[in-house]
């Protein structure tokens, strides 16, 4: 019999946690796949961050998600570490809420039509209106609606049957026995700890005192110490997801710990240094589920009040316990660049904020790109080693990045995504070998530049004017694609095409110059091979900015065949295609 009550008892719990997450992922969808990206972009102070850390908490049922996604925004440096710490306060008090869910579960009705009052008859109508809209329904919202009514029945479900199972042990002498052993400020506290610690839900470890006074056998003396015990046990998850992280990232999840044993510590010693002097008649309170969520809540709300003020010494305390590590390196031993070694692994579970960090770390490999093609200009005009090598080890760096970004997207692409996500997914992919092909030529710009350097080049002047020209128009198609993609101007976009066709038209031209002038004996051959790289060179880097402008183009419009694209806009050269063009037309002419 104890073994029968002991399996429904931690089957009680399987249910319970399992309903939490089911629950939580389902009011995450339906609050959109920007709520994670809600919490990092309104975190400007502390207060702010603070709330948010509540709500964002209360819908995701789970301050150990909250705190974690925290790491993941601290480890990428997408935010400050001191912003990290209010939002973690503000999670620690929004845990609190599924204690209220859990409630419900103590609704009792009498005979007749009050029955359908009780827990049993809401959970059981809950879940067939659940189970009805996730699977009878196409609606993408309704199927997520009924997600979360899953999840809370079985959530339900799992409360009731942990209060089952712990009712036949609440009429033995030794369960009593040890459950008034918990009194004892220390024991209770190091079994709240441990036990939470072990589930890793100090939510669920709350529910179960919950089903536990719902039998009428537990005091507040038993509970209160249990509740400082389940708040430091509450920090393991937390602590066990910064494995692997940096400095920032392990900083944060250690305030996490420290916040919870300095409120645990504050409350207790209090607590119990004025129950010595005044002895208060609470103790031996019996407690109810209401009851113990209002406790748990209230705890859990002195230590928000209490700390928030010492956010800067916890900030502090933490930066002096872990300490700076050096960069992050590759298996080759090669340095990442910043934006690459802090790709968060912790989001490809949050693909709005992978999404978002991918586009940060795509908008530093551009701004690299467009450098590193501006000093391969200028190695033309004025050739130096140092200058060169610097154009070479930037083509490398911008491969990492081509590779790191693309297994790191890919990842992305395995989860499950909404339509807009996709759509970026493909983008972002086409993007990154664009502009990877970009630094490519740049290189090979920097290398005519050895060449015309090293042979002593000297090209006739009207060489000299048309390579000027073209030059400067593709620095400006460049800087059109690049700030497009960087700030998703999709007004600078547009002007990209028209000004690829044009220097397409003048790379054309200048070939046929350069024919005419080698037939005139104007040009010797070797310096046509080299004029002609860098007419080749210049030509594909056009091309490529047109894939970056098209592909924005095309998420924008959804519209996914850009070879079709293409050939309909340059087919009708609309208006603004027509003005553009001429525009470039009067500014780059040879």
């Not at 036990?195 to 005091?219: D, E, H, P, R, Y």
């Not at 019996?286 to 900030?315: D, H, K, Q, W, Y």
């Not at 579970?349 to 770390?361: G, I, N, R, T, V």
């Amino acid at each position: 019999m104890i073994a029968v009550s002991i399996i429904a008892f931690f089957g009680g719990i399987a249910l319970f946690l399992f309903g939490i997450t089911l629950m939580g992922d389902g009011l995450k969808k339906v609050a959109g796949d920007k709520l994670e990206l809600f919490l990092y972009k309104l975190t400007s102070n502390a207060f702010k961050g603070m709330v948010l850390g509540v709500g964002v908490t209360a819908v995701i049922q789970s301050s150990s998600a909250t705190s974690i996604m925290t790491i993941g925004f601290v480890n990428s440096g997408m935010m400050k570490f001191r912003q990290a710490v209010s939002i973690i306060l503000g999670s620690i008090l929004g845990t609190s809420i599924t204690g209220w869910i859990v409630c419900l579960s103590a609704i009792q009705g009498a005979g007749g039509w009050v029955a359908l009052l009780s827990t049993a008859t809401i959970t059981g109508i809950v879940a067939i209106i659940g189970i009805y809209l996730r699977k009878f329904t196409a609606s993408q919202v309704k199927n997520q609606v009924g997600e979360i009514l899953m999840g809370f029945a079985v959530l339900m479900y799992g409360m009731t049957a942990i209060t089952n199972a712990v009712k036949p042990f609440c009429e033995t002498d030794s369960f009593l026995t040890f459950l008034s052993a918990m009194a004892n400020p220390l024991i209770g506290i190091l079994i709240g700890m441990v036990f939470t610690a072990l589930i890793q839900s100090s939510a669920a470890a709350v529910g179960i005192l919950q089903a536990l006074a719902m039998t009428g056998v537990l005091q507040f003396q038993e509970a209160f110490p249990m509740l400082l015990g389940i708040a430091v046990g509450g920090a393991l998850p937390v602590l066990i997801s910064s494995i692997g992280a940096n400095v920032n990232g392990v900083r944060t999840a250690l305030v996490h710990l420290l916040i919870d044993i300095f409120g645990s510590l504050i409350c207790g010693v209090v607590f119990y240094a004025l129950n010595a002097v005044f002895h208060f008649s609470i103790m031996t309170f019996t407690l109810s589920a209401v009851s113990m969520a209002l406790l748990n809540t209230l705890f859990r709300f002195v230590i928000v009040v209490v700390l928030f003020p010492c956010v800067g010494i916890l900030e502090k305390m933490a930066c002096s316990i872990v300490k700076d590590k050096p960069d992050v390196v590759d298996e080759t031993g090669e340095v990442l660049p910043e934006p690459i070694a802090r790709l968060e692994s912790r989001f490809i579970q949050h693909p709005a904020l992978a999404l978002e960090q991918s586009h940060q770390a795509i908008d530093a490999m551009a701004t690299l790109t467009q450098q590193s093609l501006q000093d391969a200009f200028d190695l033309l005009n004025n050739y130096s080693v140092e200058e060169f090598q610097k154009v070479r080890k930037a083509e490398k760096t911008v491969d990492i990045y081509e590779d790191k970004l693309g297994e790191y997207i890919i990842q992305i692409s395995s989860r499950e995504l909404s339509k807009k996500q996709n759509e970026q997914v493909y983008a972002f992919l086409h993007s990154i070998t664009d502009f990877e092909r970009i630094s490519d030529h740049a290189r090979n710009v920097a290398e005519c530049a050895q060449e015309i350097h090293e042979k002593d080049i000297q090209f006739s002047d009207a060489a000299v004017r048309e390579l000027r020209v073209l030059r400067e128009a593709i620095t400006e198609v460049v800087s059109l694609a690049t700030s497009a993609f960087v700030n998703g101007d999709m007004e600078l976009a547009v002007k990209v095409e028209p000004l690829e066709e044009l220097i397409d038209n003048l790379c054309d031209e200048m070939k046929n110059h350069h024919t005419e002038r080698l037939q005139r004996g104007e040009c010797a051959l070797e310096k046509g091979f080299v004029f002609n790289d860098l007419i080749t060179n210049y030509e594909r880097i056009s091309d490529h900015c047109s894939n970056i402008a098209v592909g924005m183009i095309e998420m924008e419009s959804e519209v996914f065949d850009t070879h079709k694209y293409l050939s309909s806009l340059k087919k009708m050269k609309d208006e603004t295609f027509t003005k553009y063009f001429e525009e470039y037309q009067d500014k780059y002419s040879i």
